[in-house]
């Protein structure tokens, strides 16, 4: 079956650089029409996309924040990282990677990120 | 960038009750428009993708409709356990998915 688990950092102080990874498994991006994105949830908030990475290694950012984020995969590993530089407070929110081109049908369960000093 | 919004931001029903949630675009998007229920606690779930095509597993009482700026989530009798935010999410731009800010259905 398929799944997801991100991974991370639960708190990290403004300006750092964040790395997340999302860990798949039941699927594999190096076949033909698969993408993994992330999304993000501030406490209490909306659900805000961040990026996308394609079977083909094609690359998709939220305009808002496409100078901070960085999208890479490693088809070996069954993985995906995302990396957000210049960390401030706003930021803090639960992270998601979840499944597909288009619409998202699996998530993993998200992994609170907190920025404090 | 495609704006969403969704209407009404917040509802109180009760059981059996029949419960409508719009969603609108601020263009045209086809039917490229997909459903999810978050539970408080939870990651969202998948509902409706492509305005209309109910997931698997996803109960009868859940429907979607609509087509180019307008669309809209039903739920026919309203059961206990629908208590969820709802959003809305584009994908006729791939490479800028966006979501709606989300309907909280009260019991």
């Known amino acids: 079956q398929v799944t997801l688990r991100e991974s991370g950092p639960a708190l990290v102080k403004p300006t750092q650089t964040l790395t997340l990874t999302c860990t798949f498994s039941?699927?594999?991006?190096?076949?033909?029409?698969?993408?993994v994105s992330w999304i993000r949830q501030p406490p209490g908030k909306a659900l805000e996309w961040l990026a996308r990475?394609?079977?083909?290694?094609?690359?998709y950012y939220s305009t808002s924040l496409k100078t901070r984020l960085t999208i890479s995969k490693d088809t070996s590993q069954n993985q995906v990282v995302l990396t957000m530089t210049n960390m401030d407070p706003v930021d803090t929110a639960t992270y998601y990677c979840?499944?597909?081109?288009?619409?998202?049908?699996?998530w993993g369960q998200g992994t609170l990120v907190i920025v404090s000093s | 960038d495609i704006q969403m919004t969704q209407s009404p931001p917040s509802l109180s029903a009760s059981v059996g009750d029949r419960v409508t949630i719009a969603c609108r675009a601020s263009?045209?998007?086809?039917?490229?428009l997909n459903w999810y229920q978050q539970k408080p606690g939870q990651a969202p779930k998948l509902l409706i993708s492509?305005?209309?095509r109910v997931e698997r597993g996803v109960p009868s009482r859940f429907s979607g409709s609509g087509s180019g700026t307008d669309f809209t989530l039903t739920i026919s009798s309203l059961q206990p356990e629908d208590l969820a935010t709802y959003y809305c999410q584009q994908s006729y731009t791939s490479a800028q998915f966006t979501f709606g800010p989300g309907t909280k259905v009260d019991l």
């Open positions: 492509a305005a209309s």
């Open positions: 990475i394609d079977w083909d290694d094609d690359k």
């Open positions: 263009q045209s998007i086809s039917t490229y």
């Open positions: 039941g699927f594999s991006l190096s076949g033909s029409g698969m993408c």
């Open positions: 979840a499944r597909s081109c288009s619409w998202f049908d699996y």
